[in-house]
């Protein structure tokens, strides 16, 4: 009797379980995995603040998602990242806008050399700038969060003490940051970051233009004894998700996610200014590292010799139907809100 009652309990739970009326744990739970493309080495900020998103997303979903990463390139290269989230080769990418010329014209404006202090504030005023305008560019993707990197500035192997001291001088430089140094008197150099240390120690090139906690990161502070503090232009990072991944996920994931749009923005640029910091005082101690000041006169030549620079982004992205003149006054107004709000 007792062996014919345990088969007809088990038939019983057996049945309900084909039903649906009662869950295993392993089906109640299904585990989502995504995967997390992205192009700069592992110890850069891009990448620590996708490990940050990965787990905070892990933790705050009590372990529904998984996000498996993929730094240094390893998934996608650079100027594949966003066409390979849209193909589905990766659910989730990380890409730096300016690394494709003219694709997008609304984020484009914030690369331009508007003078910004901190990568925390460029990075609000991207993520503002792309909800309020909803970039036609980004459509097909998700838009999960945007950041900037800090202001780029000049790593020299000879002191740069004024812009007089920047003319004719060889820098590796990329994006939107040639035309700023062309402009400046310097020549813009174009070539892989892997291969600058080799250029600046043959002389082909006499240093990079970039944000300084690559000092460290990157080790620049080895090869490039000096700095000059210059706030040149910063460069517009989206993290974006395939949108068919994006539609199929619950909706208790998709508000985890959502919360952490802004947040992420935020916190990166945190992050990354700190970083800085840290980097400057590494490079110092370490190496002896020198940074200089331009004068207020050469900051305000800079402000007079990039200024056509908007003009003409303007007067571009108008004659394609995109509100640049109103876009450039957007970031302007926004920069002097976050840098009031953040002194």
């Known amino acids: 009797m007792k062996s014919r009652f345990f088969t007809v309990i088990a038939l019983v739970l057996g049945l309900l379980l084909v039903i649906g009326i009662m869950t295993p744990p392993a089906l109640a739970a299904q585990e989502i995995k995504l995967t997390y493309a992205n192009f700069p080495p592992a110890q850069t900020f891009p990448s620590v603040q996708m490990e940050r998103w990965a787990k905070e997303v892990e933790k705050r979903t009590n372990g529904k998602v998984k996000v498996q990463t993929f730094p240094g390139g390893t998934l996608l290269p650079a100027k594949n990242i966003f066409d390979g989230v849209i193909s589905g080769t990766a659910d989730i990418g990380n890409f730096a806008m300016s690394y494709q010329p003219g694709r997008f014209p609304v984020s484009e404006a914030v690369d331009l050399p508007m003078g910004f202090q901190s990568a925390k504030v460029a990075s609000l005023v991207l993520y503002d700038l792309i909800e309020k305008y909803r970039p036609k560019e980004l459509e097909k993707v998700k838009i999960i969060t945007a950041f900037t990197c800090p202001p780029n500035d ?108 802004r947040e992420q923005a935020e916190w990166t640029g945190d992050y990354v200014d700190r970083h800085t910091k840290e980097s400057l005082a590494w490079s110092k101690d370490k190496y002896n590292h020198q940074v200089f000041q331009l004068s207020k006169k050469d900051r305000m030549e800079i402000q007079k010799l990039v200024q056509p620079m908007l003009d003409e982004y303007a007067k571009r992205t108008e004659a394609q139907g995109v509100p640049g003149k109103k876009i450039v006054g957007d970031v302007q107004q926004l920069r002097k809100k976050y840098e009031r709000k953040y002194r």
Do not use: H
């Not at 002389?203 to 000059?228: Q, R």
């Open 154 to 261: 000049l790593m020299t192997s000879k002191p740069v003490r004024s812009l007089a001291d920047l003319k004719g001088m060889e820098l590796r430089v990329s994006g939107t940051g040639a035309e700023v140094i062309k402009r400046l008197g310097g020549i813009p150099i174009a070539m892989p970051m892997s291969d600058t240390p080799e250029a600046i120690q043959k002389g082909i090139v006499k240093g990079i233009v970039s944000s300084l906690e690559t000092l460290k990161d990157f080790n620049y502070a080895a090869y490039c004894p000096y700095a000059t503090e210059a706030n040149l232009f910063v460069v517009s990072f989206a993290v974006v998700m395939n949108r068919e991944k994006w539609e199929s996920l619950p909706a208790d994931v998709k508000k985890v996610i959502d919360d952490m749009r």
